[in-house]
């Protein structure tokens, strides 16, 4: 079993910018494709940013140039670094494990959620 713990987010202005990290709990991370994705009331879980074992990268063409993934495998973490954020942005943003996919099915296990909100 692989739990996921994120931490990172909160309230920012348009413009600003946070960091989200997702901490897991084993050390099968290194072997695991990471995802974030995020959920706005009334709207379903969407695709956000994945990394792969090895360092590949793909992001949704809504945040591509604004965030950044990247993964440490000795701390069993993943970041989203997200800049210039927009109101459009505010969700719940999940950190999961998995295989390599942009779809929720693809993954595995899911963290708790933590909320970014920004306002205008």
């Known amino acids: 079993q692989v739990q996921l713990v994120e931490s990172g987010g909160g309230l920012v202005q348009a413009g600003g910018s946070l960091r989200l990290s997702c901490a897991a709990s084993?050390?099968?991370?290194?072997?695991?494709?990471m995802g974030w994705f995020r959920q706005a009331p009334g709207k379903e879980r969407e695709f956000v940013v994945r990394?792969?074992?090895?360092?590949?990268?793909s992001y949704a063409d809504s945040v591509k140039g604004r965030f950044t993934i990247s993964r440490d495998n000795a701390k069993s973490t993943v970041y989203l670094q997200m800049n210039s954020l927009k109101p459009e942005d505010t969700a719940v943003y999940y950190c999961?494990?998995?295989?390599?996919?942009?779809?929720?099915?693809?993954?595995?296990?899911w963290g708790q959620g933590t909320q970014v909100t920004v306002s205008s």
């Open positions: 999961a494990a998995g295989r390599w996919g942009t779809t929720p099915g693809y993954y595995d296990y």
């Open positions: 084993r050390r099968t991370f290194s072997s695991s494709a």
């Open positions: 990394i792969s074992s090895v360092g590949t990268t």
